[in-house]
């Protein structure tokens, strides 16, 4: 069964960094896309960033890009969002997810497998 597991998430000051890590397993899908989605308080899911885990090409949504950084261990089954330079519109629940596909797509619909989420808080 699938299963994708998100940690490293916690309390962070202004301008500080976090990793956050996506495990997951049991996926059967033949081309992964990975996404990284994030809700606030109030708002709706949206789009952080996603990468072609077979591939090279990684995508971000113009709020962080420059800031955060998608990787992932193949050898692992691990996907990374490293975050620098954070800043309080950042606080955020996070979510990992994935789909079957050969580009990387924004709405939250599109994805058909999710991690349970790890909170993000910026203070100040």
């Known amino acids: 069964q699938a299963q994708l597991v998100e940690s490293g998430g916690g309390l962070v000051q202004a301008e500080g960094s976090l990793r956050l890590s996506c495990v997951f397993s049991?996926?059967?899908?033949?081309?992964?896309?990975m996404g990284w989605f994030r809700r606030a308080p109030g708002k709706e899911r949206e789009f952080v960033g996603g990468?072609?885990?077979?591939?090279?090409?990684?995508v971000y949504a113009d709020s962080v890009k420059g800031r955060f950084t998608i990787s992932r261990d193949q050898a692992k089954k691990t996907l990374y969002l490293q975050m620098t330079s954070l800043k309080p519109e950042d606080t955020a629940v996070y979510y990992c997810?994935?789909?079957?596909?050969?580009?990387?797509?924004?709405?939250?619909?599109?994805?058909?497998?999710w991690g349970q989420g790890t909170q993000v808080t910026v203070s100040s």
């Open positions: 997810a994935a789909r079957d596909g050969s580009a990387v797509v924004y709405a939250a619909r599109q994805y058909d497998y």
């Open positions: 049991g996926l059967t899908i033949s081309a992964p896309v």
């Open positions: 990468i072609l885990w077979t591939g090279p090409h990684t």
